[in-house]
């Protein structure tokens, strides 16, 4: 009588060197840097997103030349609405943009 090996699905699974999911855990659990917070004009205090827990496809596609995009990725969902309603220059924008970068330890946008 012949014998046969019992195999699960997971055993004939390739071996990974990276697992997405594992990481996406760890660093959703093990950010320590201050959040970066804005008070806007009405007095609200906002916090912005970290750029480091951005999806890739999203940060990716930030550049200096679309603030108003940039914003929109940043700013969470549920301050939209008040956030856009702030009448601010250009140059506000750019250096709100820039601290925020500079806070987290990013490059500026576009280099």
Do not use: C, Y
């Not at 950010?31 to 951005?54: A, C, I, Y």
């Not at 030349?65 to 856009?84: K, N, T």
């Amino acid at each position: 009588m012949a014998t046969t090996s019992r195999t699960t699905a997971k055993s004939k699974a390739p071996r990974a060197h990276f697992d997405i999911a594992a990481v996406e855990r760890e660093v959703n659990v093990g950010e320590s840097v201050e959040p970066f917070t804005v008070r806007l004009t009405t007095g609200t205090v906002v916090e912005l997103k970290n750029p480091k827990l951005l999806g890739w496809q999203l940060a990716s596609s930030l550049t200096a030349d679309q603030p108003l995009f940039a914003m929109r990725a940043i700013v969470p969902e549920e301050f939209w609405d008040e956030f856009i309603q702030e009448d601010f220059s250009v140059e506000t924008m750019n250096r709100l943009i820039a601290a925020w970068r500079e806070h987290h330890g990013q490059l500026p946008l576009g280099e």
